[in-house]
């Protein structure tokens, strides 16, 4: 596709701190490249506020490359924005034509909540990981590779789970605000490889009830998450959430 310039209008959320009200602002900006990422847009309008001496735009971002989950915001409506299977900092600005108006909001989740601007507090899914998200392995020499047989598909479906990057996408897109594919994915992982067992039960039960404690609400199957999850995550996921936390629920001693 050929390389095109464009100027749009931006309304991004701006909001100081998590007590502040918070409020729209309409920024235009000019000479934008089809070439940049929707980041480096951003980085070019957050040089210009500072040169004016005003606040730049917060969001968060740290590999750039769709690995490490950190550029949760909501473009047009939509988490991370028009693409299928994308996070926000993998979209270009092909996406965008000229005279184009984009807005740009938060994560809206009462667990998630706002710092600044289009940053938000994730760290209710770390806790929901300290909870049960690990596995026990004894310390000495490493176990040889082919010591412990995995049945390929259960490796595949694994290794898909295991692509969750918790950027929290699926909690926004939610209208329940369900942790339920995040979740899923983590317990999917660990109870589909043999090195996830001894804390198998255990781990669903505690797991669960810490996305309880931290406020996420139920899931009721709309399936908006895995329309907007970068990693594809599969709902099919949170059907074997449930069997194991029904089978864990079952056979723990309380
Ligand atoms: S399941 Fe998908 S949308 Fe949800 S946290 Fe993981 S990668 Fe993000
Ligand atoms: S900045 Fe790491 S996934 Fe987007």
Same mark, same amino acid.
């Given at each position: 596709?050929?390389?095109?310039?464009?100027?749009?209008?931006?309304? $991004?959320?701006?909001?100081? *701190?998590?007590?502040?009200?918070?409020?729209?602002?309409?920024?235009?900006?000019?000479?934008? #490249?089809?070439?940049?990422?929707?980041?480096?847009?951003? @980085?070019?309008?957050?040089?210009?506020?500072?040169?004016?001496?005003?606040?730049?735009?917060?969001?968060?971002?740290?590999?750039?490359?769709?690995?490490?989950?950190?550029?949760?915001?909501?473009?047009?409506?939509?988490?991370?924005?028009?693409?299928?299977?994308?996070?926000?900092?993998?979209?270009? +600005?092909?996406?965008?034509?000229?005279? @184009?108006?984009?807005?740009? /909001?938060?994560?809206? &989740?009462?667990?998630?909540?706002?710092?600044?601007?289009? $940053?938000?507090?994730?760290?209710?899914?770390?806790?929901?990981?300290? &909870?049960?998200?690990?596995?026990? &392995?004894?310390?000495?020499?490493?176990?040889?590779? *082919?010591?412990?047989?995995?049945?390929? /598909?259960?490796?595949?479906?694994?290794?898909?789970?295991?692509?969750?990057?918790?950027?929290?996408?699926?909690?926004?897109?939610?209208?329940?605000?369900?942790? +339920?594919?995040?979740?899923?994915?983590?317990?999917?992982?660990?109870?589909?490889?043999?090195?996830?067992?001894?804390?198998?039960?255990?781990?669903?039960?505690?797991?669960?009830?810490?996305?309880?404690?931290?406020?996420?609400? #139920?899931?009721?199957?709309?399936?908006?998450?895995?329309?907007?999850?970068?990693?594809?995550?599969?709902?099919? *996921?949170?059907?074997?959430?449930?069997?194991?936390?029904?089978?864990?629920?079952?056979?723990?001693?309380?």
């Amino acid at each position: 596709m050929e390389h095109y310039t464009m100027n749009l209008t931006l309304k $991004v959320w701006r909001q100081k *701190n998590s007590n502040d009200k918070g409020r729209f602002e309409t920024y235009q900006v000019s000479d934008i #490249s089809s070439e940049m990422s929707f980041l480096e847009m951003f @980085d070019v309008l957050n040089e210009r506020l500072i040169k004016e001496g005003k606040d730049p735009i917060a969001f968060d971002h740290d590999c750039r490359e769709g690995i490490c989950g950190m550029c949760s915001m909501y473009i047009n409506g939509r988490p991370h924005g028009p693409w299928h299977a994308n996070t926000t900092c993998q979209l270009h +600005m092909r996406a965008y034509k000229d005279g @184009d108006t984009i807005v740009v /909001e938060p994560w809206r &989740a009462n667990s998630f909540p706002v710092l600044k601007d289009l $940053v938000v507090d994730r760290a209710a899914f770390d806790r929901i990981i300290q &909870a049960g998200g690990y596995i026990s &392995a004894n310390t000495g020499n490493a176990v040889d590779a *082919n010591a412990m047989p995995v049945e390929k /598909e259960k490796a595949d479906a694994a290794f898909a789970a295991a692509a969750c990057i918790g950027c929290g996408a699926c909690v926004a897109a939610c209208k329940n605000s369900s942790a +339920m594919l995040f979740l899923s994915a983590k317990v999917s992982h660990l109870a589909l490889l043999p090195q996830g067992e001894p804390e198998r039960k255990t781990r669903v039960l505690n797991m669960v009830q810490q996305m309880d404690k931290e406020g996420f609400g #139920s899931c009721t199957f709309t399936e908006a998450c895995e329309a907007v999850c970068p990693k594809e995550i599969s709902v099919t *996921n949170i059907s074997r959430l449930n069997k194991e936390y029904l089978a864990a629920g079952l056979s723990v001693d309380k």
